[in-house]
């Protein structure tokens, strides 16, 4: 069964960082792009950034360009999420998931792990 699990959430102040991963197992990355996506309380669930495991090219949303990056070790089948200078928006559940084609749309992609928490304090 295709499982994919999110890992590196926690809490941290606010201008601090934190490393998400993503760990896939039952899925062969080289026709997948990896997304990432964040849901708060009260708010729609946003694109985040994404990196695609045949291109290597990434992707950011304007919220996050510039302080967070994607990176990935296929053959670990994992991608990870670097988060730098975080502030309290920043605060939301995490979620991977995968697509075959990129989008910035969730409702394009297949498989999405469990979530981790992040919680940024001011």
């Known amino acids: 069964q295709v499982q994919l699990v999110e890992s590196g959430g926690g809490l941290v102040q606010a201008g601090g960082s934190l490393r998400l991963s993503c760990t896939a197992s039952g899925l062969t990355f080289s026709t997948y792009f990896l997304g990432w996506f964040r849901q708060a309380p009260g708010k729609e669930r946003e694109f985040v950034a994404g990196?695609?495991?045949?291109?290597?090219?990434?992707f950011y949303a304007d919220s996050v360009k510039g302080r967070f990056t994607c990176s990935r070790d296929n053959a670990k089948n994992t991608v990870y999420l670097q988060m730098n200078s975080l502030n309290p928006e920043d605060t939301a559940v995490y979620y991977c998931?995968?697509?075959?084609?990129?989008?910035?749309?969730?409702?394009?992609?297949?498989?999405w792990g469990q979530g981790t928490q992040v919680t940024v304090s001011s």
């Open positions: 998931a995968t697509t075959r084609t990129f989008s910035r749309d969730w409702a394009m992609y297949d498989y």
């Open positions: 990196i695609s495991w045949s291109g290597q090219s990434t």
